[in-house]
């Protein structure tokens, strides 16, 4: 197999429910071993294209390839390979969690160890609790669990995070950065800026079914907004925020006068701008349209 | 194939394991119609006529209690939950999964007539069944009618709140028009009419040939039919209809 091959490779797709354009014509690539994500706000299409790699829903129109595959048929040997953790899925309530996992290893053809796989997931000290007595935060490591059993080389994330505590935030992206350790491609969907920023290679900004950028989260910050924050506490204590072009001529302004007086700069820093000034420029800048991706979809 | 085998049949026992894990609900499953059964049976303890009438009902009932409502309810909920979304995902083949359900079906079936044939000769002097082989052809295929149906239904069920009712508007009808309690012989014209038209009423008309009146193939041929009619309707609405997903919203 050719191991250069992108993991994901997406042109134009499109897809429509009626006259409801979803996802209207997007290309991106996801190279093997690269955490990417989709970020954008709800109903910029992000579900919708992932369902669609993942083999739920049919497009209506475009190239979409899988490690090779096209998900549409569902191919079995793809589902082998690659791992979903869904934006909300329940499942057995009267298993525990380690029945669970055990069960969906014998699913697949080259299962992980079990304990492998429970520890990974932090899931150690309720691994004899019933699936129905799990909190939240427990029942979203039993779905990474489950979805990566089966030792997937691709594994998909829809908004892994959302509800999340922080703690428990902090828990699921320490596993997603252990499956990147691991060499897995991993592909996920978030509306929160700073998980794109702390797990992401390559983020593309979704709106409307469209890409607005794409590119790696630190980059993305600096090319397509050039406005530096710089903020510092003025003789009267006053918080002072400016943003500019040009920090260094600000900069030398601010401290030589501070110098002349004698005083020191309370609180002055410098903010580059981040991918939410981006991500927040990008996606206000028209006019807030109406969500176009439809709550109830037909499915598959 | 072996693979697909070994699929069904893990499913199968996680089924099995499931279910006894749930201990009332899977007393309440079997407890219903032996329930039924104590209390016609009581009523009817004067006329053998009466009792050689109500084993059979019952018994026709339970394969009615252990496929269609079981699978209806449970598909149901295992949509809403987005377990059947989630196993979707997997390599796990459609076939086998429901071959696992099926056969968890079969299992339940056959725990459950055996209760009500047992009971149905040691206390209510109702021999024991003289025809094997007719009573596992109607039982059998009884089972894959109502499991069919019952699958079917769930498709037209919104979400679980609303399944008792859809379930039970159509099951507790169906055992009274279809002469689980009475020989539907003797209802007025009409109810005889619709009752014809059941399947559960043939399947009684078999499971009584076969446990009572001794009555043969030949005998009951048409109402195997009208079962089997009933089976292939409710297979393809099964297949067609089946949705992996909970509509939203």
């Known amino acids: 197999m050719d191991t250069h091959a992108p993991a994901i490779l997406v042109r134009d797709l499109r897809k429509s429910y009626g006259d409801v354009h979803a996802v209207r014509g997007l290309d991106f690539e996801v190279q093997r071993g690269e955490v990417f994500g989709l970020l954008g706000p709800n109903g910029a299409g992000k579900t919708t294209t992932v369902e669609i790699l993942e083999g739920y829903r049919e497009r209506s129109g475009g190239i979409v390839s899988v490690l090779g595959y096209d998900p549409g048929g569902r191919p079995r040997a793809l589902r082998e390979r690659v791992g979903i953790v869904l934006q909300s899925s329940g499942t057995y309530r009267h298993l525990s969690v380690r029945e669970l996992v055990a069960h969906w290893a014998g699913l697949y053809p080259a299962p992980r160890d079990i304990d492998e796989v429970i520890e990974l997931a932090g899931l150690r000290e309720s691994e004899h609790v019933r699936a129905r007595k799990l909190s939240g935060g427990q029942a979203r490591r039993l779905d990474f669990a489950l979805a990566l059993v089966g030792d997937p080389e691709l594994v998909f994330l829809d908004e892994p995070t959302t509800g999340f505590d922080p703690a428990a935030r902090r828990a699921a992206w320490e596993t997603v950065r252990a499956l990147a350790d691991l060499g897995k491609t991993v592909l996920l969907t978030t509306h929160y800026l700073d998980e794109a920023q702390a797990l992401c290679d390559r983020v593309a900004i979704l709106k409307s079914g469209r890409i607005l950028a794409v590119g790696a989260p630190a980059q993305l910050g600096v090319g397509a907004s050039s406005r530096y924050r710089v903020s510092w506490r003025d003789e009267s204590g006053e918080l002072e925020t400016r943003e500019t072009a040009d920090p260094t001529a600000l900069l030398h302004q601010l401290t030589s006068a501070a110098l002349a007086r004698g005083v020191g700069l309370e609180d002055l820093s410098v903010g580059r701008p981040s991918l939410e000034d981006v991500y927040l420029e990008l996606t206000t800048e028209a006019a807030p349209e109406r969500s176009d991706e439809p709550d109830e979809e037909p499915a598959r | ?249």
Not at chain 2, 31 to 40: H, I, K
Not at chain 2, 42 to 50: A, E, H, L, N, P
Not at chain 2, 54 to 79: C, D
Not at chain 2, 221 to 227: E, G, K
């Open chain 2, 1 to 249: 194939m072996t693979d697909a085998l070994a699929l069904t049949w893990r499913q199968y026992r996680l089924e099995r394991k499931m279910f006894w894990r749930n201990p009332s609900a899977a007393f309440f499953n079997f407890v219903l119609p032996l329930l039924f059964l104590a209390l016609f049976g009581t009523i009817f303890s004067g006329s053998q006529k009466d009792l050689d009438i109500i084993v059979p009902g019952i018994a026709g009932m339970s394969i009615m209690t252990t496929t269609f409502v079981a699978l209806a309810m449970n598909m149901v909920f295992l949509r809403e939950q987005g377990v059947l979304k989630r196993l979707r995902g997997t390599p796990l083949p459609s076939g086998a999964y429901l071959g696992g359900l099926g056969l968890h079906a079969v299992t339940n079936t056959f725990i459950q007539l055996s209760i009500v044939i047992g009971a149905g000769a040691l206390f209510f002097g109702v021999d024991l069944p003289d025809r094997w082989p007719e009573l596992a052809v109607f039982v059998a295929a009884g089972v894959f009618c109502f499991a069919a149906l019952g699958v079917a239904l769930s498709h037209a069920i919104p979400n679980f709140d609303s399944a008792p009712a859809y379930v039970n508007a159509i099951f507790l009808p169906v055992i009274v028009i279809s002469g689980v309690f009475y020989d539907a012989d003797n209802a007025p014209a009409f109810l005889r009419d619709i009752a014809q038209a059941l399947p559960l009423t043939h399947l009684i008309d078999g499971l009584s040939g076969a446990m009572v009146t001794g009555a043969t193939f030949a005998d009951n041929l048409s109402d195997l039919a009208i079962v089997l009619i009933w089976a292939a309707v409710g297979a393809v609405l099964a297949v067609r209809g089946f949705s992996w997903e909970a509509r939203r919203g």
